[in-house]
């Protein structure tokens, strides 16, 4: 029985470990940055603040709206290069994030 609960719980542990989005090693979850968002689909810069959590970063505009974002890989290697995609409206972002170097 101790097996089977361990069983259990080790897969939860997997299944529900979500990881962080990190840039040099540092995990960057929760903290709001201002950022340079350009969208493939209209052409446009937008000067919006971003929050990242794990694999997703939500883009917030000046009027407030937003955009939750899926990141190519929430290992940033460029702070200003930053791949994401937009899954609801079928849109690809580049993301240009101020204060993370």
Not at 18 to 36: F, H, L, M, P
Not at 69 to 95: C, F, K, M, N
Request: hydrophobic share 35%.
């Amino acid at each position: 029985m101790k097996k089977i609960i361990a069983a259990n719980l080790t897969v939860l542990f997997v299944f529900f470990n979500v990881y962080s989005a990190e840039y040099k090693g540092q995990n960057i979850d929760g903290i709001e940055y201002d950022c340079t968002a350009y969208s493939y689909s209209t052409g446009k810069y937008y000067y919006v603040t971003v929050e990242f959590d794990g694999d997703e970063a939500t883009i917030t505009f000046s009027n407030g709206g937003y955009i939750t974002l899926t990141l190519d890989d929430e290992e940033i290697d460029d702070p200003h290069s930053i791949s994401a995609y937009d899954y609801q409206r079928g849109v690809y972002w580049d993301l240009d994030v101020d204060g993370l170097d």
